[in-house]
């Protein structure tokens, strides 16, 4: 949860030269492997996976986990949706818990377009019931509440609010899912609502229109810009590079450092 800590994502079919690239950079890991409906289903897979990632000779204490996120709403009017919610996201944690990491990441599941105040209200309370008690059921992890299709941040800034006083509880901010979706909020407005709860970033690169995940420096994201926002409201987070490749990570680590861009 500390300003300068830089994620990638380890590709267990390429670990040696993930382990190199993090150890160069002093990046830590953010698992991708338990995310999936299919993932979470083969149980012997990701025990072994587990097991595996256990066994490598690193320090895991600031590692986070991307949850599961297709389908997860708990705050639907459907109890038996709630349940496979709930429980899919206990999966999660129950697997970030066995590696022994930080926090895990899960997405808002908000209908981006559907404005009725009576839904905005249901999603606030069900989620700051339901994020309290698993706060409460898993004592060891921090949680990060990630904008996915979100079209602003005023949601997400009010369940910051209103969870404030649980530390363990933080708001990531995709800084690329806003640059695409929040098509009509300013990123400056994102940042600067969202600070007081910002632990955890995703960043990468796109064309401001589709969710591209380039790597860093490769769209046309403003990177001067986005130094600018998290200096200038004293963002103090951990920053995941969400990108898939050892050649991509490593040309958005040289271009960050080269640009100072944190």
Same mark, same amino acid.
């Given at each position: ?50 097991? +595996?990632?256990?066994? #490598? *000779? ?11 996120? $297709? !389908?997860?709403? /708990? ?93 363990? +509880?933080?708001?990531? #901010? *995709? ?11 300013? $990123? !400056?407005?994102? /940042? ?71």
């Amino acid at each position: 949860m500390k300003k300068g800590i830089i994620g990638i994502i380890p590709d267990v079919c390429d670990i040696k030269r993930t382990m190199k690239l993090a150890e160069e950079y002093g990046a830590v890991f953010e698992y991708n492997d338990f995310m999936l409906p299919q993932q979470l289903d083969q149980t012997d897979e990701c025990r072994k996976k587990v097991d +595996f990632y256990r066994k #490598l *000779d690193r320090d895991r204490s600031e590692d986070t986990l991307h949850g599961a996120f $297709l !389908d997860i709403t /708990v705050h639907s009017q459907d109890a038996m949706i709630r349940e496979i919610s709930r429980k899919r996201i206990y999966q999660s944690l129950r697997i970030a818990e066995d590696l022994e990491i930080r926090g895990v990441v899960f997405h808002t599941e908000l209908i981006a377009n559907y404005h009725s105040p009576s839904y905005r209200e249901r999603w606030l309370e069900k989620n700051t019931e339901f994020w309290s008690r698993a706060l409460e059921d898993f004592p060891g992890l921090e949680i990060y509440m990630e904008n996915m299709f979100d079209e602003d941040e005023k949601s997400m800034a009010e369940l910051g609010r209103v969870m404030e006083s649980n530390k363990r +509880f933080g708001i990531c #901010l *995709d800084y690329a899912h806003a640059a695409v979706f929040g098509t009509d909020i300013p $990123l !400056d407005c994102w /940042v600067r609502e969202l600070a007081p709860y910002i632990r955890h970033m995703h960043i990468n690169d796109n064309d401001l229109k589709d969710d591209l995940h380039l790597p860093v420096g490769q769209g046309k994201i403003d990177w001067q810009q986005f130094h600018d926002l998290t200096e200038r409201y004293q963002i103090n987070a951990s920053i995941l590079l969400e990108i898939n490749g050892y050649q991509a990570q490593k040309e958005s680590l040289e271009y960050i450092r080269e640009n100072h861009i944190l």
